[in-house]
Structure formats: structure tokens, C-alpha cells
């Protein structure tokens, strides 16, 4: 069956697409709005209406309308009237999860392109990006990016404060634009409560709190700070939480292991040419590069790097892009798909490796540990 010379068997995929995109669009309207309100986004509806299709050709019960679509988003791809790639999506993926878009469905949200222009709060980083480099300002840039990786959360007086802080003071309008009122959804009790491993704040279920990163949903819940519902609260949207506060808690990471072991690592070089350079001992302006990635799905993430090849300075040696331990644990084979899906990026000398593999086996090389 062909409908509008689309094949039908060719609609799986678009349609996650498009529930994935209305669901962040939704998101949006909850954060502003404190609640769902009809109309729903046009691209859960059109979802739905394909969906519904695609289940009639198939012989399969459709849902019975977006209310339903919202239930279905909750349960793993598994039980979805879906035919995917098992390389394309895990049994256990969701994209919704207490309610909050899971990080795999802000992958496949950002997996279209014009949903991704879409996402203001990363415009903020552009934008940012543009004025540090018109007043070459390598430190704005790497303060700003610090801020929103290690303080996601803050209260009046510390917003204040940051924007005074002699890097940031310059850059008052960004930190603004950053940084949000939560909804009132988001508190139980009277308080807002933050996570006491990732510092965001967490969201209240009927069986307690769960933290709104899904690294830390798959753990016991550590209760954090709490803030009083009516004080003045903060905490970074949505956008930048998914795609620069999350890995950034990898890069932090990595940036200070380097930095103990005396490697000397630089953040974000040259604004941004990559996340973390290393000097090559012995070899005066020339460096390692690592571009650290957080992505769920490593077929997304080979589409990404297919559609967006990183691009290798003149002054790199090597060029790798590390995917953080949260991504790969217990996935074997991550690196191998990507690596399959995408097989320009080795001839264009990037190297993809794991966490554990770049620190284990690529960093004794720089040394001359091992030959």
C-alpha cells in the first residue's frame, strides 16, 4: 500500500520521529504553562494519524488518539505496533519516563534537523560562542559552559552572584536566557528537591522522586538540596540540561582525571574546536583532540557524525570522539556500529572509542607507554 508515493512499510521510523519532536514540543508548553493543554502539537496528531494507518495495513489495534500516543511513549519500543532495526532501537528505550522526555527522545528529536533550530536554549551557546570569539574571550566561554555543567540549579541570591562574577558579569543576558523558573510541577511538598548526584532537579512521582537525568532514574534516588517552592529558583532549560550540562559531567570528568595525572588538558580550545585537547610530549603545538559524546543510541549517533563529520584542526595529531561510560556500559558493540554506520570517519582520521578505552589504551601511547 502506498499512500501520497510513501510506502507505508517506510513510516516506522518517521514516525518516531515524529512523536519525538512533539513530545519535546510539548515539554516546552508544560515548562511555560505547568501543565498538558490541548491542542496537542501538530506532529504527535499527524503521529497518530500515520500510526493508525500503518496498524490498519497491518492488521494491528491503532491508538485511539494522541492521550493514548502519550501513554504509548511511556512503555519500551517493545510494545510498540512498530517494525525497527534492532540496531536502531534497544527493547527497553522509551521516550517518556515519569512524564519528562527521556535523553534517547531528545536524540531522535534532534535526529531532524529543523527540530533541532528549533530548541532555543542551544542558540543561547551559538550566540555566546559568537560574542567570545568577536571580544576573544577564550575564558568567558569555557566560565559560561563550567556554569552550566556544575551549577544547573540555583537560587536567587547565587543567580545573582554569578552574574557579577568577573567572567560571566559580561555575559549577564546569556546567563539569563540559560536559565529558568521551574513549573510548579516540578515541587512536592511545598519545596523543590535536587538530585544529590547531578544537582537538577528532580521531579515528584507517585512513588517519590526521581531525578530528571535518566543516568541517574536507573539508580536508587539520592536526595539532594531542597529549595522552598516560594523562594526564587533557577535551573538551566531543558535543551542545554540534555545537550551541555549532561555531557559535560563527562567532560568535567575527564578533565580533571587528566588534569591529576598531569596531562595538562585544555577545555574547549580555540571556543570550542573540540571539548579537550592534550599536548603530544616532545611535540610543541601539537595536540590531541577529544570531542566527548553522550548519546544513548549509537546509530543516532553514527547519523549525527555522518551528517556533521567532526572537522580535524591543523594542529591535532589525532582526533577522537569518546563516548562516556554512562552511554556504554553493559552495550557492547557501541563503538563497532557506530563505527560500521559511519565508516568515512576513520578515512577522515577521527577515531571513536569508548571511556574506559581511551583512558585505558590511548593515553599510555601519548606517553610512550606502550609502543
Not at 68 to 95: C, I, K, M, N, T
Not at 118 to 140: F, I, P, T
Not at 278 to 291: E, H, L, M, Q, S
Amino acid at each position: 500500500m502506498v499512500l501520497g508515493h510513501v510506502p507505508v512499510a517506510d513510516w516506522d521510523e518517521e514516525i518516531i520521529h515524529l512523536v519525538a519532536s512533539g513530545l519535546a514540543r510539548l515539554a516546552e508548553r508544560v515548562r511555560a504553562d505547568g501543565a498538558v493543554r490541548v491542542p496537542y502539537p501538530a506532529a504527535l496528531q499527524r503521529a497518530v494519524n500515520r500510526l493508525t494507518v500503518l496498524c490498519q495495513v497491518r492488521g494491528l489495534e491503532p491508538p485511539t488518539g494522541v492521550a493514548e500516543l502519550l501513554r504509548l511513549a511511556h512503555q519500551p519500543f517493545s510494545e510498540w505496533p512498530l517494525r525497527l532495526p534492532d540496531d536502531l532501537v534497544g527493547v527497553d528505550d522509551v521516550l517518556l519516563s515519569s512524564g519528562v522526555p527521556t535523553r534517547l527522545c531528545e536524540e531522535w528529536a534532534l535526529d531532524v534537523d529543523d527540530v533541532e533550530a528549533e530548541l532555543s536554549e542551544r542558540r543561547v551557546v551559538l550566540e555566546v560562542l559568537h560574542w567570545c570569539r568577536e571580544m576573544r574571550d577564550q575564558q568567558a566561554y569555557v566560565q559560561f559552559r563550567q556554569l552550566l555543567i556544575d551549577r544547573p540549579v540555583l537560587d536567587g541570591d547565587e543567580f545573582l552572584d554569578v552574574r557579577s562574577e568577573p567572567y560571566l558579569a559580561p555575559l549577564a543576558q546569556f546567563v539569563q536566557q540559560a536559565y529558568e523558573r521551574p513549573g510548579a510541577h516540578l515541587a512536592a511538598g511545598g519545596v523543590f528537591q535536587m538530585c544529590g548526584r547531578c544537582r537538577n532537579l528532580s521531579v515528584p512521582t507517585p512513588h517519590g522522586w526521581r531525578c530528571v537525568e535518566d543516568d541517574c532514574a536507573r539508580l536508587r534516588y539520592r536526595a539532594g538540596r531542597e529549595l522552598p517552592i516560594g523562594s526564587e529558583v533557577w535551573t538551566v532549560g531543558r535543551g542545554l540540561r540534555t545537550f551541555v550540562t549532561g555531557p559535560g559531567r563527562a567532560e568535567s570528568r575527564l578533565l580533571r582525571w587528566l588534569a591529576q595525572k598531569g596531562y595538562q588538558p585544555e577545555p574547549y580550545p580555540e571556543f570550542d574546536v573540540c571539548d579537550i585537547r592534550i599536548p603530544v610530549p616532545g611535540r610543541p603545538g601539537r595536540w590531541w583532540a577529544v570531542d566527548v559524546k553522550s548519546w544513548r543510541n549509537p546509530a543516532l549517533l553514527a547519523r549525527r557524525l555522518r551528517r556533521r563529520p567532526p572537522q580535524v584542526p591543523d594542529w591535532a595529531d589525532r582526533f577522537f570522539v569518546v563516548v562516556d561510560r554512562e552511554r556504554t556500559r553493559g552495550r557492547h558493540g557501541y563503538v563497532q556500529l557506530v563505527n560500521s554506520l559511519a565508516p568515512g570517519l576513520a578515512e577522515g582520521g577521527v577515531v571513536v572509542r569508548t571511556e574506559k578505552t581511551f583512558l585505558r589504551e590511548d593515553l599510555p601511547v601519548l606517553r610512550g607507554e606502550v609502543k
